[in-house]
């Protein structure tokens, strides 16, 4: 790499950037001789990714050709630069002969392609860091220094994964080898679950795991248990990833209800099986606090990460989450929950409806982008307490719409016994009786009702519940799967 190039006997000078001449040449002359090589390389490299302005539209030009199906070569491309006169400073349309004649073969012009790509990602990184010196300096004073870093770690993330990408358009052989290949990983486990296991046997057996890509939603009204089922999920996953050693596999939980420290505490009092409240207000005999101090440093090296910064945008929670995947690796995000994030722009003549459209949509596409299951905690409507029956349904969703639309997988908790308790009939009475003999029956339980999952059967699963630990647990009893379809 030099400081000049040249190009038909005239010395231009460039700035001292990262940049390699010789192989814009070589790669330009290759397509310009054999148009087929245009398409094994326009996945890697761009007309932006090229250093010499007139090397970039050269391959614009070139492109554009091909895609109307006319052929590029110097002559069909010397009509075109004789008018627009691009290239009169580097000697005229001879210079397209020049490039023909630095032509490379198809091996090396894809090896070339990879060498233009990672040059323009060094430039990229250079231009970047001069903006955010520029933004730290010159940007407005309204401005807060997080978002100054939030666009600076997006600018960050799409430089790592722009160009050199894979080909999205994949042949149905491949596509049906991925299926086959799928098909047999299932087939030499031990089980059928072939994502992310949740450590809950019938949920597993009912989805197979969690899958990449996937937006799950776990809804169901207050006092049911969304956080706790969620904190649940997440820990034994992070366990999980802990003991296998696979750093892939941790997890991210956007808390943005409870603090980290509260939700620490109700880990540690789901694992040490001693009351949150009783943590918190100290209630603690020494053997309790010998259990909780085991617990804990026995929970320390798992890859379970929490943000608790409130009433966060999708726009920051995806750069985040870009972060730490880029950084530590990342399995599974779990949002508690989905009507406190903001969406990235806020309008005051949207409605909340559109807002939350803009937040599925947001976190399904992050989900398919980081190639990792996203699971949601949802709130229901107030128009449950109004029914008999409680058991919530797909149209109880707030703002139901969108979030039923983008959602791969919908679950609703639904405990009968808090209703019930409720409820209570005077002691002494024949209706005492009864109901006391319905929550003998019920006493511990809750329902898993899976309303919606894209690529598998609906159902209802039964799990265990202790309310004083706020714990969920496989649930041992008969029937305890029942199908929808």
Do not use: C
């Not at 001449?21 to 326009?42: K, R, T």
């Not at 807060?144 to 042949?171: F, H, M, V």
């Not at 003991?243 to 880990?267: C, G, N, P, W, Y």
């Amino acid at each position: 790499m030099s400081s000049t190039i040249q190009l038909e006997n005239k010395n231009i000078s460039v700035k001292e950037l990262p940049h390699n001449i010789e192989a814009e040449q070589g790669i330009l002359g290759a397509v310009l001789l054999n148009n087929e090589i245009y398409f094994d390389i326009s996945e890697t490299v761009r007309p932006e990714h090229f250093y010499e302005p007139i090397h970039k539209l050269i391959f614009e030009v070139i492109g554009n050709l091909i895609s109307k199906g006319q052929i590029a070569t110097p002559i069909t491309l010397k009509s075109y630069f004789e008018v627009e006169k691009n290239l009169e400073e580097i000697g005229g349309s001879n210079y397209l002969v020049i490039l023909a004649n630095s032509a490379v073969s198809l091996d090396y012009a894809k090896n070339y392609a990879h060498i233009i790509y990672d040059l323009a990602v060094r430039r990229g990184l250079f231009e970047l860091g001069g903006k955010v010196q520029h933004d730290a300096i010159e940007s407005n004073m309204d401005t807060k220094p997080d978002e100054l870093i939030e666009e600076a770690e997006k600018s960050l993330y799409n430089i790592s994964e722009r160009g050199a990408s894979q080909n999205n358009i994949q042949t149905f052989q491949s596509s049906i080898e991925e299926a086959i290949d799928l098909a047999k990983k299932a087939f030499e486990k031990d089980s059928s679950v072939v994502g992310i296991s949740s450590e809950f046997t019938d949920l597993d057996t009912k989805l197979g795991g969690f899958h990449p890509s996937d937006l799950i939603i776990i809804a169901g009204r207050p006092s049911m248990g969304k956080t706790s089922l969620a904190t649940n999920i997440a820990f034994n996953i992070a366990k999980n990833a802990h003991l296998t050693k696979d750093k892939d596999a941790s997890v991210l939980f956007f808390s943005l209800e409870m603090s980290s420290e509260q939700l620490a505490t109700r880990i540690l009092s789901e694992q040490a099986r001693i009351s949150s409240n009783d943590i918190r207000r100290g209630n603690l005999s020494e053997n309790d606090l010998d259990n909780l101090v085991s617990v804990s440093k026995d929970v320390l090296e798992i890859p379970l990460f929490i943000d608790d910064t409130p009433a966060v945008n999708i726009g920051t929670l995806s750069s985040r989450s870009r972060r730490l995947k880029r950084k530590n690796g990342l399995g599974v995000i779990v949002i508690d929950y989905l009507q406190l994030l903001r969406p990235s722009k806020t309008s005051r003549n949207e409605s909340r409806v559109l807002e939350i459209s803009e937040i599925t949509q947001g976190l399904k596409a992050l989900a398919k982008e980081l190639n990792i299951p996203i699971i949601a905690l949802s709130q229901l409507s107030r128009q449950v307490e109004q029914r008999e029956d409680k058991k919530p349904q797909l149209s109880d969703l707030r703002e139901s719409g969108s979030i039923e639309q983008d959602s791969d997988v919908v679950m609703f908790i639904y405990r009968e016994e808090y209703y019930l308790e409720k409820n209570a009939p005077s002691p002494g009475t024949a209706e005492f009786i009864e109901w006391q003999q319905k929550m003998d029956e019920i006493h511990g339980q809750a329902d898993l009702l899976i309303m919606k999952q894209r690529h598998g059967p609906t159902g209802n699963i039964k799990l265990s519940f202790d309310a004083k630990y706020t714990r969920f647990g496989n649930f041992i009893g008969k029937d305890h799967v029942e199908n929808y379809d």
